[in-house]
């Protein structure tokens, strides 16, 4: 069974930083691409970055580039979102995501297989 558990949220100040992790349980956590995606309050879910299975590509929404930056570590099965410069708008539920095999472009939620179950965020200003 594949388990994804997001950990890290919690309440910061505008222009400080968080880390978010995501440990994966029950697959070759080094075969598949990875993402983080959010949902801020009472909209829909959003890309926020991705990486590719050996960590040589990463990619961005462009509200987060500069600012975030995702990683991973196969050994640990784990994978990271940096988050510096923080906004108020960055308040969301953020969610990890493995997606399925080949699948492109990976700002689509319909190519993600798995997802966790997600940690909030909360911005404050």
């Known amino acids: 069974q594949v388990q994804l558990v997001e950990s890290g949220g919690g309440l910061v100040q505008a222009g400080g930083s968080l880390r978010l992790s995501c440990a994966v349980s029950?697959?070759?956590?080094?075969?598949?691409?990875m993402g983080w995606f959010r949902q801020p309050p009472g909209k829909e879910r959003e890309f926020v970055a991705a990486?590719?299975?050996?960590?040589?590509?990463?990619y961005y929404a462009d509200s987060v580039k500069g600012r975030f930056t995702i990683s991973r570590n196969n050994i640990k099965n784990t994978e990271y979102l940096q988050m510096n410069s923080v906004k108020p708008e960055d308040t969301a539920v953020y969610y990890c995501?493995?997606?399925?095999?080949?699948?492109?472009?990976?700002?689509?939620?319909?190519?993600?297989?798995?997802w966790g179950k997600g940690t909030l965020v909360t911005v404050s200003s």
């Open positions: 995501a493995t997606y399925l095999p080949g699948r492109r472009p990976y700002t689509f939620d319909s190519y993600v297989e798995y």
């Open positions: 029950g697959r070759t956590f080094s075969y598949y691409a």
């Open positions: 990486i590719t299975w050996s960590g040589d590509n990463t």
